[in-house]
């Protein structure tokens, strides 16, 4: 079960933020979409398998802490209440096209949350792999500012002055 749970948070620090689709064309959108089918398909996934071992295991209790408890409890209230008296549902739960950040993301946000409290993590492998790629994206960024185009993404303008804005 571990195992999963590292390689969902290894496909969320390195291959969705150089998730292209198309380029630079609608690139929200397009990691949207991808951060929710990889998220909705491993919390399918390692929710079962989670399920079974604590239906297994009956007498095991949710290890959390008052803390993190407490505020994730004050983000589902919030985000529920902004759900409930929300005007248009279906951007209220899915939401706004290229943000996709609404009730559904922050389900997930802590329904992973709930489920990685009760895993301990090599620290040292953990943040190693997390601070990988966006270094490598920092570095691209520098090398795209300096004119150094080292690929050909679809909607570069290499007339405009760059930023990290091509590569993040």
């Known amino acids: 079960m571990q195992y ?29 979409g991808c951060y929710l089918t990889v998220s909705l398909c491993f ?59 609404g009730l559904l993301t922050t389900l997930l946000y802590l ?10 993590y090599d620290k040292k492998w953990t943040i190693l792999t997390a601070l990988i790629v966006p270094t490598l994206e920092f570095i691209l960024g520098i090398a795209d500012r300096l004119g150094g185009y080292f690929f050909e993404i679809p909607g570069i303008d290499s007339g405009y002055i760059a930023t990290i804005r091509h590569i993040a």
Not at 78 to 88: A, I, K, R, W
Not at 111 to 120: E, H, K, N, P, Q
């Open 4 to 32: 999963l749970s590292y390689i969902y948070l290894i496909m969320l620090c390195s291959i969705l933020p150089l998730y292209m689709k198309s380029g630079y064309y609608e690139l929200g959108e397009a990691k949207a």
């Open 43 to 101: 919390f399918v996934l390692i929710g079962a398998l989670e399920f079974f071992k604590r239906a297994k295991n009956k007498r095991q209790v949710l290890n959390i802490s008052n803390y993190p408890l407490f505020f994730a409890c004050g983000l589902f209230l919030s985000s529920l209440l902004s759900f409930v008296f929300s005007v248009d549902k279906k951007t209220a739960f899915f939401g706004y096209v290229g943000w996709r950040n």
């Open 111 to 120: 329904a992973f949350m709930v489920i990685f409290t009760g895993y301990s």
